[in-house]
């Protein structure tokens, strides 16, 4: 994978986990998302404006390989590279490494596109700027 | 407690479970919710619909107290009463037992008003409608 | 798709509702998990109890693709269809439809293997079993 | 409220918003059990683990008082005081912010007992020496 542009570093909660004391299959795709939101805010883009703007981001296809499970208070990175897939979708290849052992939890391919109000894919300009070469962003 | 007004009937689903095994704590206040919602639908009254139309219906007050836990699979039914408890607040007051044994799992004292545009409480006639003296409704 | 061998219907609840106003997509794997271990136990076999006894049902890939989504009250059915992948992995391929209507809303393939105590994977006979030329399964 | 005796800062997350883009009611325990679960491992003592020990922390009643709503990106604080309640039970009296401005969300109160291997009440030493007179403890 190329060098991640963007990261958050977050702990496993409780709640979070199963009964079988690992952290759900679906609570990855919350991880996933807050990586990906935060990431936008991080670029001056704010998720819960955008959508009132009109802007509804989508995820059209998600591919999720689980290598390993998170446990009870694991601390975890979540990484993010974000790519352009074709004129009107883009992809955010993610990665999920626990810490501080950097063991591979899980690695994603998130595709998506926006909607407009008529619920017909285009890519706003805020979008569009982001997909230009990438830049390094300094992780929080 | 005074005989029901209204009733659902669910059961538990694995992902709800926590590591101890038992359905955690914040997820029967889902299940409450729920049997509300499904409560004022049952009324004409849609939850959704409201909240675009500006009423915003608030919990001000929880009282919950758990007496049992729930585990994966089992089924229970949730019961509510609506009760007015001032000009401007009503209670919810709510049960879970299990199925079919009856064992009560917890009771729970909802308190509630709502707001309109301005953040003020008011409670609008859609609502005043249902508070009128409790006539019976079928469960589903 | 070939036949369905199991499903479920459901219905969407307020809180599994997000700030667009839609299921939020980590919640429909909580759907599609549901409907698996409710064709396990449809099946004969319960997914706490295989996890008690050492059987670990788990995930290694998930495939989803989100065409429409799901909004407050819905009803829905999960479908799944279940076959062999390789010796040691299996295939859930499921589907979500909007009720009544059958509008297409997700379809996934989700790709497992079971542990044992070791961690090694192994399919176990009651697995197997399930693995043998699909049978139709009446629907709940 | 005395001064609290443990506190974390935390942020919504956006998929703890609902479709009225607040937090959902049910979120907030999330957050409340979180930051107790952070206390105890702050004090030494690791909830997994309790209950793998067969040391079961149970909640037998909550009292939440929602005074404002937190929404998407908000960060806020989670405070808490621990008490004694009586031989058998305590209570974790918490309190959310609003960051940076302080604004008050909430107030709870979370009674809890113990439970051996039997079911039956009791407080192992460990969380005796928790209810001994109160000793400040660091934010982390």
Partial sequence: MPESIFQIDLQVRDYECDMEGIVNNAVYQNYLEHA???FLKNMGLD???LTRGG???VVIRAELDYRFSLRSGDRFRVSLHLKRLSPLRFV???E???LPD???IMEARIIGTS???NGRPFLPKEIEALLSPARPVTSK
């Fill in 55 to 57: 802007i509804n981001l």
């Fill in 115 to 117: 909607l407009n109000a």
């Fill in 102 to 104: 950097n063991k591979r």
């Fill in 47 to 49: 998720f819960a404006r």
């Fill in 92 to 94: 955010f290849v993610q």
């Fill in 96 to 98: 999920i490494e626990r």
């Fill in 36 to 38: 990906r939101h935060e």
